[in-house]
């Protein structure tokens, strides 16, 4: 093998380690699925460096194994990430019962509540709705620093 082939079969095996890497990387640091593909596409491109295979035949395997292992895991490993998402203080409040400690009345924007050692303001889930201070209330949603109720099923 002359000099000028064994330079350029080198070079692109640690090109390719180097894609692998820098991939993985830039995936570690920004945990947003958007370079691992490239760790795949570059392992195959790389053992295709091995093999001898010309680079034009390295960086169509690059790509085409790239867009497929896109194309085939980011959905169920998107979905994977998002069932271990960890609730916050506020989302454990959705669906609690609390008792109203003054009226809910969107045209007075009046009603508050409070549940542990907070204070919430509180709005109707809908706002034609006057409910009167006393009264249990379910807590469906946050926007802000307002919780959107509805009277609580007696």
Same mark, same amino acid.
């Given at each position: 093998?002359?000099?000028?082939?064994?330079?350029?079969?080198?070079?692109?095996?640690?090109?390719?380690?180097?894609?692998?890497?820098?991939?993985?990387?830039?995936?570690?640091?920004?945990?947003?699925?958007?370079?691992?593909?490239?760790?795949?596409?570059?392992?195959?491109?790389?053992?295709? #460096? *091995? !093999?001898?295979?010309?680079? %034009?035949?390295?960086? &169509? $395997?690059?790509? @085409?194994? #790239? *867009? !497929?292992?896109?194309?085939? %895991?980011?959905?169920? &490993? $998107?979905?994977? @990430?998002?069932?271990?998402?960890?609730?916050?203080?506020?989302?454990?409040? &959705?669906?609690?019962?609390?008792?109203?400690?003054?009226?809910?009345?969107?045209?007075?924007?009046?009603?508050?509540?409070?549940?542990?050692?907070?204070?919430?303001?509180?709005?109707?889930?809908?706002?034609?709705?006057?409910?009167?201070?006393?009264?249990?209330?379910?807590?469906?949603?946050?926007?802000?620093?307002?919780?959107?109720?509805?009277?609580?099923?007696?």
């Amino acid at each position: 093998m002359e000099f000028a082939a064994v330079f350029w079969q080198f070079f692109y095996q640690f090109f390719w380690i180097i894609v692998m890497i820098a991939a993985g990387v830039i995936e570690i640091l920004t945990v947003s699925l958007v370079s691992i593909w490239f760790v795949a596409g570059g392992a195959v491109a790389f053992v295709l #460096s *091995l !093999l001898g295979v010309p680079p %034009f035949w390295q960086w &169509i $395997a690059f790509a @085409l194994v #790239s *867009l !497929l292992v896109l194309f085939l %895991f980011r959905g169920k &490993i $998107a979905e994977r @990430l998002r069932k271990n998402h960890v609730p916050t203080n506020v989302d454990v409040m &959705i669906g609690k019962t609390v008792v109203l400690k003054e009226t809910v009345d969107e045209e007075k924007e009046t009603g508050r509540f409070v549940i542990g050692d907070q204070e919430w303001m509180a709005r109707a889930e809908d706002p034609q709705m006057i409910i009167e201070a006393g009264s249990l209330v379910e807590i469906v949603r946050i926007e802000g620093v307002k919780a959107i109720v509805r009277p609580a099923a007696e």
